[in-house]
């Protein structure tokens, strides 16, 4: 089959309709038909496979994304056997803690989608409560409309989405949801909306809004990175900056990830985490090169991440 096809590696089955069938069944639209013609598994497609099976982890999100593929392509080639082929709602919930790969996930869905011909447009609009909720009556709404309309063609993406419903029953929030559910009906398979936050505060939210959960077919949990997928993460981000770490500096990484998870895992932000560690590493490692040397160092030492330069904040 196509040459990405290991994205399903761990996966136990690929299904060619989404899991959680009461809840899809309840959401099935049938106005837009799938493309006529069988999907390329070559071009732009091809290239954010790959990008998205490079990815640490997230073999569920892995997962879903090549079932929606497979209901896709099987759907195109229904419409040329002459059988119905109508399309379903994409909205979508993701569940995580910082730095699990929630933002550029999404993104990467929009660019596939787009590819596949869900969207037209396959942009993100990342909002957070304050772009959504006004100060006034009238003012949410019309805000909340606003950034739809931005979104249309593409994926409008809410960060911490439980937020609009932490004020009670006079704030404003419940009428940005109010909108957007509006927006859901209005817009039909003209945008996807993804909710995403921390595990505990969205499975809240979908418990305190009865109408929600089965508006959001496809939900996502983007568990932490273990501390061996955190040293491949920074490994990949060491190799992408043209950077080595020796080996003591693999080693004190790896114990300060250990502790720190262990610690505090609660606000541990993974991924990111390790990102501004490297970050603040390559920075060191430039004021030790330029303290160190009067002339050009070598292409060595210009590539090596020493110990010395990888310190932590004090707590």
Do not use: C, W
């Amino acid at each position: 089959m196509a040459e990405y096809i290991n994205i399903t590696r761990n996966a136990r089955q690929i299904n060619v309709v989404l899991r959680n069938p009461e809840s899809v069944a309840a959401s099935v639209e049938s106005e837009t038909p799938f493309p006529a013609k069988p999907l390329s598994q070559q071009g732009q497609f091809g290239e954010i496979m790959k990008e998205l099976d490079r990815m640490i982890g997230l073999d569920n999100v892995k997962e879903i994304v090549f079932e929606i593929y497979a209901l896709l392509q099987i759907g195109s080639y229904r419409a040329v056997a002459g059988l119905a082929s109508g399309s379903q709602v994409y909205h979508m919930v993701f569940k995580g803690n910082p730095g699990t790969g929630k933002t550029t996930v999404a993104r990467m869905i929009a660019k596939l989608f787009q590819t596949m011909g869900v969207l037209s447009k396959g942009h993100l609009i990342e909002v957070e409560r304050a772009d959504l909720v006004g100060e006034y009556i009238g003012h949410t709404a019309q805000k909340t409309r606003d950034m739809v309309k931005k979104a249309l063609g593409g994926i409008l993406f809410i960060d911490e989405a439980y937020s609009l419903a932490r004020g009670g029953e006079k704030d404003f929030g419940k009428e940005a949801i109010d909108t957007l559910v509006k927006a859901m009906e209005d817009h039909k398979n003209q945008f996807i909306l993804i909710l995403a936050g921390y595990s505990e505060e969205m499975e809240f939210f979908l418990r305190t809004n009865p109408g929600l959960p089965s508006r959001f077919p496809i939900q996502i949990d983007f568990p932490d990175y273990t501390v061996d997928q955190l040293m491949q993460i920074a490994e990949l981000m060491i190799k992408e900056r043209e950077y080595v770490l020796v080996p003591q500096t693999e080693m004190k990484l790896r114990q300060h990830i250990t502790q720190e998870k262990m610690n505090d895992s609660m606000s541990f932000s993974n991924a990111r985490y390790v990102r501004n560690i490297i970050e603040k590493a390559m920075r060191h490692h430039a004021v030790r090169l330029l303290n160190q040397h009067t002339q050009q160092p070598s292409r060595q030492e210009l590539m090596t991440i020493r110990p010395e330069d990888v310190r932590f904040d004090k707590k």
